[in-house]
Structure formats: structure tokens, C-alpha cells
């Protein structure tokens, strides 16, 4: 089938009158039609896709033409050979993807005389060459001769379609029969062109007849190989046989060895330069040697070429080390990232270990914070300033082994598994591979990703890491990876306990505002495609932002409220009303509304029985608010606000420990005996739990029942116990940094937990008062006004 190249040039679809006298020529490549013969032609050119439906139009026949140079592009009269073929055009298609397609029946041959001038698409006056009518014996006699000889040669093919033996025989005339052995001989379009162009009919069946003669001599020498290799060889070298077949026929053909022969020398080529171990090169030849003598028609041949693709793609060889520089590692981390100081610490302390012992086992660092910290970017960092190439892996949804380990070759689309596609996408051996969202692995019925990553995340056994699918192990005690987390609890034991855990608590006030002067508002400005000079906001408007719009531990909302203020800056640049947009306090407003969070302790804790408590959630800490009231009843204890079973336990502790203590702390206890209390923690709709409420939950009963209010400037955090004491609970960096952020002044915090102390912010420490409780009496002592609130009206 010949597919015409399509023209830039435009070309008229309406009909264009061409002299009846004149025949429509449409160019091909490569194909010769011989009459009597149907045959498809793809068309691709606008002006043959012009020509063809113009005769479609008007019923007209149409002439086919191989051109002499299949590259050109445009052909002209100069460039068609003079002789070609009257066709009818029996169906014309165009195909869903818009290319068209002809299906033409042969009729006669033409000698083109003349081209006309003036017209879009090639027509031509021409001379038709009919068939000599009368058969003298001598074409008889060829004719019989070139029967016999199409006969034989179709006996002598494997597989010879019964209905190209039946045209033979039934071919109308010499003429046809000729035409139809030359259509389907196996011949270059020179030498069919050839054929077509012999006008004798004579001279046209001898070439044809020693056309056919030599194929025949082919497929006898063809066959005859075949007989004397199945005498000499046994059954398990017949794919052997089958190739030295194939070569012997391409040497009697000149073609020399090309195909499968050539592509196994490159694979071995490939092989021997990947710089793979011992053990692995064994294998892949192996490999190599099975794919030699699989037939390319089989589909295990597909298989053993992509596995061996992935061997030698692989990076096996470890690439030159390059020098770590500690100092510009130092810049690199302060360039990317505001603050976490202690984290570029024990990053730089990680970096010098590998350059003072390349060769040593280094940690599996997990860095775990809410969202929107800098994890994912912080592994970067590292990749940029250890000179390596960087690659994530998410691991988020994760559910199946063969995630992790690839499938085994034996499964349709079989593939290796996550981290041996990161290490081949990075193309070395010691890239920086994170983990990304260790913490969201599932565990389904095709096993538990997580038990797999075991020996990934394992500097004694990656070593040797054996992917389900390659089936050789593969070294990746060079690989740094780095995993990213949002909370720890989803993580198992095992597999946590091979990675150095790294806290990122949320950023602080200033922090925000550093980290949005520094990158945040030049990232918006480019995304909406302003300039400095376009638009601007101030630090004031920065930090109302921070306050008043965003409650996060990340900075992702806030940049998305920066993106929001430079999008109305952008629609007035746009439309030439202004041409700079300064963005201050009197414009958030307009542009995002009014404030969504406000500072609500003051009001929160302005009645007896209101504490301020201090939670950690995934994305960060929060502010807890404790309600306490009483209504006359029975001594019931009512809990509400979706508290979970630990929360529940520390309230009904909190409870018995002021009914203990009544008369040290001034409580009738007749109070408990003729009241329900009723603790409620708001936001209902949010679960909560955990013990580390026990001291905001002790503190509201004692201030319901002594009609003291709490301080309004303090938070405070802690679990309690039976006997008084203040229990250390997890989380304190997060809780500081949300106190710090909701404008309390004062935080209570359990003594035990002043190891922490150095891992909470400078700038929420300055602050901040830090108060270290022992006991649930130092929390009363602290926490509760001096002067008596006024009773509140429930009492």
C-alpha cells in the first residue's frame, strides 16, 4: 500500500472542470497496479485526496502512477514514470483518523502524452494500450508454460492460500494471467514497474516466467535444506536449524545476515558494557542465548527482550564519586529552606559521615511533620548538595507486594517494582530516593508492602535486594533514602525502628512571614505572571494573613491565599486599570474576605469551668478548649464532644480526683452528690483522644466548683494520675508552636517533659512563660484567677 506524505499547500475541494478529453492522475509510491487486479492505496496528499474525490464526484475513472523517486514530496510530470494503469475506483474511504483510502481495480494500460496546465491536481491526455485480441500458439504456448511454472511455485509454499491457485487456473486470458503471477510475485516496484511497462506480450511473459523460475529454484533449495538438516540434527536443535535456513536462503538472495543476528550482537555489546556483577552477567547471557533461539514469532521472545532491556539499562556500575562540599551544602539548605536549624544540622552531620566514610552504612533518615513543613523538598536539598540525582518514589495507596518487588516474569506485563523503576529513572546507583508518604502503605490480599520495604529500608541486607522480577540481586547499600511521614502510628514497629526518625514541627509567626518574603510571594507573582514591579504586599498584610486566614503548621494555605491576593492584583493589571498593585492591610477585605480565624481564648475562658488545653493532630497542633458546668441532679457525669475511650477514662480520673480532694480545694462535697456535671469539649464533630487532657479537664472541674476562672493568657497540657502527679505526654513542640500561634502567653507543660524543651522554636520560647507541673496542685496554682468569678447562673 503506498501512503502519499500530505502537503502544506491549499488545495480547491470544489469541483474544477477537467476536459472529458483528459484523465485524472493520482501519483503513488512504491505500488504498481496491473489491470485486472484490485488493490487499496492510501492517499495522504492534499492534491491526490482532491483528485480522488473530484472522480468520485463525477464517476470518472482515474490513473495510477508510480513516481520514480518515492521521496519526493510534490511530484511533477518530470518526476512519474510515463507508463501507468486505467483504474475504476470501486470504494473510496476515510478512515475515524482522517486518512484516506482508495480501493482501485486495474483496467488497462496508459502512456501519458501530455500534462494539462492551469489545473490544482496532476490530469494528463493519454493513450491507451490495449491487449492484443488474437492468441497465436506461440503465446498459447507460453501461456501453458507460465501456468505450470505458477503452479509449481505455489505447491512449494508452507502456506499458499487455496484461492491464489484457483486465479491461476482460471485466469481469462495470457494477458491476465500474466499480470496477476507479476502482482503477486515477491519483486521491488522497479522491477514490477518493468513488467508493467513491457508492452509485447511475449516479451512480458518470458520476464515474468524467469521471475518465476528463480523463486522456484529458492524455495527448492529452501526445502532442500530443510530436508538434509532434519536427517543430521535431532529435535532439540530444530530453532537452530531454522536460523541457518533463513541464512542460507538470504546468501543466495546477496542479502547478507541482518535481523535478529545484528540486534543479538548489540545485546551482547550491551551486556559486556554495563558493568554488571559476575552473577548477574551469567544470567543475562543465559538470557541472551535463550532469545537467540526463540522464534521472533513467539510471544516468549517479547519477554526475554524486555527483561534484557532492563538488565542492561539498569545502573550497575557505581558512577565516580564526587566530593561532598560541606560549606556549599550549608548554602544549598539555607537557599531552599527558612529555620529548621536542627534539622540542617543533623542533615550537614549526615552529609560530613558520608564524606569522611563513603563506604559505610549510612541511617535511613524519616523525616515526619504535618503537611506542608518542607519534606519532600528538604530531600531534595539534600540531593542537590551531595551532587546526586534525586527520584521519588510515592508510596501513598500502596497496597500490594509486587509494589515494592516488581511481579515475576511468568505474568503478562510483568514489571520490577517501585524502587528498582526509581533507580533505572535516575540512572544511578547512589541517587537520593525518597519515600515519599511511608505512612499511607495499605495492606491488601496481595500482601503488605510494608514487611516488604523491611529489606529496602535495611543498610545489613540491601546489599543484595532481590527484585521479583530480575531475579538477581541488586545492590542498594549506595542509594540514600529518605522517607517522609505524617504521623508515626500507621508506621509498623519493625520497620520504623530501621529509620532515624526527624521531627518537623510546624513553623511559627515569624517563620511564616520569613518563609513568605522569601519564597512565597515571588513564587505567586510568577504563577500569575506579574512582576515585582507589578504588584506587591506588604509585611503587615503578610502577617493578617498568617493571623487572621490560615490555621496550619504548614505554609501551603498561605500560599494559596498569596496566589488568591496576586490574582484580583492580576485582573486589574490585566485590564490596564492599574499599573502597580500595592497589597495592604485596607486591600485583604476586598480581596479575601473578612478574617475566618479569630483569637477566641480571651472569650472562651471568661466563666468558671472553661480551660484551655493544648492538642497534636497530624497536620500540627492545636488549641483544646475544656467546658464544665453543673445542673442539679443526682451526681451524674455526662461527656460529650465525640470523646474517644482514653479521653473518656481521663475525665472520669480528672473527676474522682477533685471529689477526693474537695476539702483541700474548698469544695462542699454535697455539691457532687446534688449536681451532674457536664464535660464538653466543642467542635463536636471532630474526634478527639488521647490523655494528655487530664490537666485542662482537672483544672475546669476545679474552677466550676470553686467559681474561680481560669487564666485566660494559659494553655496547658499533661496526663494525670489517681494520686496528683503530672504525667509527661508526646507532641510538645507542636502544642508550644499552636499556643504560640492562638496568642496565649503562658503555657503549664508536665516537668518530665523538659527534655523537649530545646526542640521547641526560639521564637515561640521568647514568646512564651514555660510553667513545669509535678503536680495537679501547682496546676491549680498557676492556672486560676485569684478573685472569685461571679456564679454562674447554672449553679
Known sequence: MAQNDQDQTAVRTDAVPIPSDA?????????????????????????????????????????????????????????????GTLANIVRYVTAPDGSHH??????????????????????????HIPEPATRSAEVEARALHLRTLAEEAIGLLPQAPPE?????????????LTDLA????????????????????????????????????????TNEIGRQTKAAFDERQREAVLREQMAAIQRQLGE???????????????????????????????????????????????????????????????????????????RVLDADHYGLEKIKTRIIEYLAVRKLAPQGKAPILCFVGPPGVGKTSLGQSIARAMGRPFVRVSLGGVHDEAEIRGHRRTYIGALPGNIIQGIKKAGSRDCVMMLDEID?????IQGDPSAAMLEVLDPEQNGTFRDNYLGVPFDLSRVVFIATANMLDTIPGPLRDRMEIISLAGYTENEKLEIARRYLVARQLAANGLTPEQAAIDDEALRAIIRGYTREAGVRNLEREIGQVFRHAAVEVAEGTKAHVAVGLAELAANLGGPRFENEV?????????????????????????????????????????????????????TTLVKSRAVSLGIDPALFEKNDIHIHVPAGAT???????????????????????????????????????????????????????????????PARNKRDYDEIPQDARDRLEFIWLETVDQAIAAALADKPAVPAAAA
Open 256 to 330: 547478507g545476515e541482518e535481523g535478529k543476528s545484528q540486534e543479538v550482537a548489540e545485546l551482547a555489546a550491551a551486556i559486556a558494557k554495563a558493568g554488571m556483577p559476575p552473577e548477574v552477567e551469567t544470567q543475562a547471557r543465559k538470557e541472551l542465548r535463550r532469545y537467540e533461539r526463540t522464534p521472533e514469532a513467539a510471544a516468549e521472545s517479547g519477554m526475554i527482550r524486555t527483561y534484557l532491556d532492563w538488565l542492561v539499562e539498569l545502573p550497575w556500575a557505581l558512577p565516580e564519586a564526587k566530593p561532598i562540599d560541606i560549606a556549599a551544602a550549608r
Open 23 to 83: 484523465l485524472i492522475i493520482v501519483p503513488v509510491r512504491n505500488i504498481v497496479l496491473f489491470p485486472g487486479l484490485v488493490t487499496p492505496i492510501a492517499i495522504g496528499r492534499a492534491k491526490s485526496i482532491a483528485a480522488a474525490q473530484q472522480a468520485v464526484r463525477e464517476e470518472r475513472q482515474i490513473g495510477i502512477v508510480m513516481q520514480r523517486d518515492p521521496e519526493v514530496a510534490d511530484p511533477g510530470p518530470d518526476d512519474l514514470h510515463r507508463i
Open 602 to 654: 480571651a472569650m472562651r475562658t471568661a466563666v468558671a469551668g472553661v480551660a484551655t488545653g493544648l492538642a497534636w493532630t497530624p497536620v500540627g497542633g492545636d488549641i483544646l478548649f475544656i467546658e464544665a458546668t453543673r445542673a442539679p441532679g443526682r451526681g451524674a457525669l455526662i461527656l460529650t464532644g465525640q470523646l474517644g475511650e482514653v479521653m473518656r477514662e481521663s475525665a472520669q480520673a480528672a
Open 687 to 749: 474526634p478527639k483522644d488521647g490523655p494528655s487532657a487530664g490537666v485542662a479537664i482537672f483544672t475546669a472541674l476545679v474552677s466550676l466548683m470553686t467559681d474561680r476562672t481560669v487564666r485566660s493568657d494559659t494553655a496547658m497540657t499533661g496526663e494525670i494520675s489517681l494520686r496528683g502527679l503530672v504525667l509527661p505526654v508526646g507532641g510538645i513542640k507542636e502544642k508550644v508552636v499552636a499556643a504560640a500561634a492562638a496568642g496565649v502567653t503562658r503555657v503549664m507543660l
Open 182 to 221: 507479476a502482482a503477486y510475485l515477491d519483486l521491488k516496484p522497479e522491477e514490477r514497474q518493468e513488467i508493467l511497462e513491457t508492452i509485447d506480450l511475449a516479451a512480458r511473459m518470458d520476464r515474468v516466467s524467469r521471475r518465476l523460475a528463480e523463486r522456484i529454484e529458492v524455495l527448492r533449495l
Open 440 to 444: 499511607k502503605m495499605g495492606r491488601g
Open 102 to 127: 482508495l480501493v482501485c481495480q486495474g483496467v488497462q494500460r496508459i502512456r501519458v502524452q501530455d500534462y494539462l496546465p492551469g489545473t490544482p491536481f496532476l490530469a494528463a491526455r493519454v493513450l
Open 164 to 176: 491464489l491457485l484457483a486465479a491461476i487456473q482460471s485466469a481469462p486470458s495470457p494477458a491476465a
